[in-house]
């Protein structure tokens, strides 16, 4: 075959290619082997908006991207150079300005010995479909957050109810135990004081329960007293909410009766706390020591039947046992594990 009619040949696909090409809505790039471009179809250059591709013929791929997407070229030319295949999805505006979504692929074209002469470059614009799916996102997440709000909302509601009806169990004991209005509502507002306090660690939806050695911590941080308390052996198991409020108002009650008759009066006293875990209760030890020789009282006062009320549960009864020196609690607490 005469070498024209090769020639003629040859042209004549080139044309048939190019055409065909063309017939894509893809942007499609055909690059050498250092990633520079050498040729882009005619729809490639209407969706990237260039005017005249003498513009960009001879320039890297990777400048017509922005700075923080351009690891995605450099990452995919290495591979291409490897004989290997890519594809990935980045933000690249168009020469005008245009914001623009592409899905790439990324590919290696060959010789017959296998060696690397160009590189494939096909880029399909997804912005609608990228619109599309972060629309879907932020309903999805307008949702779960509505539902979200309306999970606190319910909890909020069941807590206060909660709070309410310990509020009235702890008026009804006072009521029963003071000798005058203005003494019960001195203790009234120093039992609220605690739950107050307790609700400080109570988060809607924390990621963990709160555990015994943390609550007690901030109780005793809140008390104004609780320096002087020497707390000993305390399990790191998980409470409820019940719990830490449980928690809450019995310290409360024992610091305060400690300082009005017990070892907290002066600096002669001590006190003792520990705890110890038992199936899903935790029972906790107060122990007072004030430092002189003590005789055991004839009468409780409201403080001590309130731990009585608040302190059992179930089977286990909390009780109160005086020693030489002083008095020794045991209450428990309902725990999550």
């Known amino acids: 075959m005469p070498t024209s009619t090769i020639r003629q040949l040859a042209a004549e696909s080139e044309l048939l290619l190019a055409a065909i090409l063309d017939q894509s809505q893809d942007c499609i790039k055909l690059l050498n082997a250092s990633g520079e471009i050498e040729y882009m179809n005619e729809n490639g250059r209407r969706a990237l908006a260039i005017e005249d591709f003498a513009e960009v013929v001879g320039k890297q791929w990777a400048t017509l991207w922005p700075e923080e997407a351009r690891h995605h070229i450099e990452t995919s030319i290495d591979k291409t150079r490897r004989g290997q295949q890519s594809r990935f ?9 245009t914001p623009t979504w592409w899905d790439v692929s990324v590919g290696p074209v060959c010789d017959r010995d296998g ?3 160009h590189i494939l470059a096909t880029s399909r614009d997804v ?16 949702e779960e957050q509505a539902k979200h709000s309306d999970s606190v909302a319910h909890e909020m509601r069941h807590r206060l109810k909660n709070q309410l009806a310990v509020v009235g169990s702890v008026a009804k004991l006072l009521s029963r135990h003071s000798d005058s209005a203005a003494d019960m509502q001195v203790k009234l507002e120093r039992k609220i004081a605690a739950l107050a306090r307790a609700q400080d660690m109570l988060t809607v939806h924390r990621e963990e329960p709160v555990s015994a050695a943390a609550a007690l911590e901030q109780v005793l941080g809140a008390s104004g007293a609780g320096e002087r308390i020497e707390v000993l052996e305390m399990p790191e198991v998980p409470l409820g909410d019940d719990g830490v409020q449980q928690l809450a108002l019995m310290v409360g009650e024992l610091q305060t009766n400690s300082l009005k008759y017990g070892a907290l009066r002066d600096d002669k006293g001590k006190i003792t706390l520990s705890a110890t875990q038992e199936e899903h209760l935790l029972c ?18 409201a403080g001590m039947i309130l731990l009585d009320r608040l302190g059992s549960t179930g089977s286990h009864t909390s009780r109160v046992e005086w020693h030489s020196s002083g008095p020794a609690a045991t209450f428990y607490l309902r725990t999550l594990a």
Do not use: F, N
Not at 89 to 97: I, K, M, N, R, V
Not at 284 to 301: A, K, Q, R, S
């Open 115 to 117: 060696r690397l002469r």
């Open 284 to 301: 906790m030890h107060w122990h007072e020591d004030i430092g002189e020789p003590l005789d055991t009282p004839e009468h409780v006062g």
């Open 127 to 142: 912005t609608e479909y990228m619109s599309r799916m972060s629309e879907q996102l932020r309903r999805e997440e307008a």
């Open 89 to 97: 999805e980045a933000l690249c505006p168009t020469l005008a300005g």
